[in-house]
T-cell receptor, first 113, second 111 residues
Framework: DAGVIQSPRHEVTEMGQEVTLRCKPI?????LFWYRQTMMRGLELLIY????????DSGMPEDRFSAKMPNASFSTLKIQPSEPRDSAVYFC???????????FGEGSRLTVL | QKEVEQNSGPLSVPEGAIASLNCTYS??????FFWYRQYSGKSPELIMS??SNGDKEDGRFTAQLNKASQYVSLLIRDSQPSDSATYLC???????????WGAGTKLIIKP
């Protein structure tokens, strides 16, 4: 069975550009999480979806960030406009019933110049 | 402020020895505890979960939970160079989904 699939794996962009990160969770998992990881701040939860509905977006840093989950097999995280401080690795993770046993994708490494 | 504390390391252990990783948490009401392993440049991978006091063993890994003292530990027996990674402790404190993450302990197994 395929794991969580994220794309792109690497993204280099210039400040002010729009960035869209994509995630396909494991089939049958009803909980999806977007995390951001940096050396300084570690793993930070950005947003949590349950059954495609955003439950907690309190971790989204500001209005430049938005996330959608139009169906059970696809989610996007968008940053518009991007800034250098957004540079980080963005992970998507899914789980069954939000038990805390998360399956992470390989991550999208974002560099904003 | 709900916190999970880990020694950042690096913790250096000779090959074949027991590696002991520790984690303390602030919320006495915490219910679920997890250890994730993260290799450099890779994503976190769940290796152990523990929900009740005592020990839980899985192969070379043993998780230990002491709720009274608010700590959880991970023991790795017969340490191998392939165990070299950062180990993240995560605690579910008061919701079904919000994990509080430690900063991780970097473990180095020396051949």
């Amino acid at each position: 069975d395929a794991g969580v699939i994220q794309s792109p794996r690497h993204e280099v962009t210039e400040m002010g550009q729009e960035v869209t990160l994509r995630c396909k969770p494991i089939s049958g998992h009803n909980s999806l999480f977007w995390y951001r990881q940096t050396m300084m701040r570690g793993l930070e939860l950005l947003i949590y979806f349950n059954n495609n509905v955003p439950i907690d977006d309190s971790g989204m840093p500001e209005d430049r960030f938005s996330a959608k989950m139009p169906n059970a097999s696809f989610s996007t995280l968008k940053i518009q406009p991007s800034e250098p401080r957004d540079s980080a690795v963005y992970f998507c993770a899914s789980s069954f019933a939000a038990t805390g046993e998360l399956f992470f994708g390989e991550g999208s490494r974002l560099t904003v110049l | 402020q709900k916190e999970v504390e880990q020694n950042s390391g690096p913790l250096s252990v000779p090959e074949g020895a027991i590696a002991s990783l520790n984690c303390t948490y602030s919320d006495r009401g915490s219910q679920s505890f997890f250890w994730y392993r993260q290799y450099s440049g890779k994503s976190p991978e769940l290796i152990m979960s523990i929900y009740s006091n005592g020990d839980k063993e899985d192969g070379r890994f043993t998780a230990q939970l002491n709720k009274a003292s608010q700590y959880v530990s991970l023991l790795i027996r017969d340490s191998q160079p392939s165990d070299s990674a950062t180990y993240l402790c995560a605690v579910n404190m008061d919701s079904n989904y919000q994990l509080i993450w430690g900063a991780g302990t970097k473990l180095i197994i020396k051949p």
